[in-house]
T-cell receptor, first 113, second 115 residues
Framework: DQQVKQNSPSLSVQEGRISILNCDYTNSMFDYFLWYKKYPAEGPTFLISISSIKDKNEDGRFTVFLNKSAKHLSLHIVPSQPGDSAVYFCAAWSPDSWGKLQFGAGTQVVVTP | DADVTQTPRNRITKTGKRIMLECSQTKGHDRMYWYRQDPGLGLRLIYYSFDVKDINKGEISDGYSVSRQAQAKFSLSLESAIPNQTALYFC??????????????FGPGTRLLVL
């Protein structure tokens, strides 16, 4: 029973354009959401996060939007750069999860010239 | 220097063999985790430990065991490896708390192939 879903396994975008990655969740107790980025042969690295009390968090080219009523969050990358080519994981945390994160399956982003 | 290290980085073993994957961290975090990554399934939690005396099973602990030798060291063992344990294994750490403290920091991973 996957509580965090990333339904798009891959995304191809041109350099300079916007990348939009989507994530849906089913557990209404989720209180905090994170995005991780993973390059081949490396571990995931933290990218950006958002608390459930906010609907938007921005950090440079990366913005995460949270729609609690729809149980949906998205990551926007503007403008996309070749170095953004990686796998992106959405993750969620709830107060009753005892510190555990639930991860989505990941979305492979390829930024083309 | 990397804050979370894993050894070995790559390992090939045979069915039935016992192997150990090791994780060390210099971040001073009290919580440590072991995950496996499989294509299309994302990261799944195997075991986690909130301190040296606290070990907990994750969602896929069958066939695995762990040891928290010190605050900085957390080892994962496959008692009798089987081919479907072929995967990428990650160790992670975090501090205790809520919100930003729940951010987990990952090691570089161990690629395991069980023949």
């Amino acid at each position: 029973d996957q509580q965090v879903k990333q339904n798009s396994p891959s995304l191809s975008v041109q350099e300079g354009r916007i990348s939009i990655l989507n994530c849906d969740y089913t557990n209404s107790m989720f209180d905090y959401f994170l995005w991780y980025k993973k390059y081949p042969a490396e571990g995931p690295t933290f990218l950006i996060s958002i608390s459930s009390i906010k609907d938007k968090n921005e950090d440079g080219r990366f913005t995460v939007f949270l729609n609690k009523s729809a149980k949906h969050l998205s990551l926007h990358i503007v403008p996309s750069q070749p170095g953004d080519s990686a796998v992106y994981f959405c993750a969620a945390w709830s107060p009753d999860s005892w510190g555990k994160l639930q991860f989505g399956a990941g979305t492979q982003v390829v930024v083309t010239p | 220097d990397a804050d979370v290290t894993q050894t070995p980085r790559n390992r090939i073993t045979k069915t039935g063999k016992r192997i150990m994957l090791e994780c060390s961290q210099t971040k001073g975090h009290d919580r440590m985790y072991w995950y496996r990554q499989d294509p299309g399934l994302g990261l799944r939690l195997i075991y986690y430990s909130f301190d040296v005396k606290d070990i907990n099973k994750g969602e896929i602990s069958d066939g695995y065991s762990v040891s928290r030798q010190a605050q900085a060291k957390f080892s994962l063992s496959l008692e009798s490896a089987i081919p479907n344990q072929t995967a990428l294994y990650f160790c992670a750490t975090s501090t205790s708390g809520t919100g930003i403290q729940e951010t987990q920091y990952f090691g570089p991973g161990t690629r395991l192939l069980v023949l």
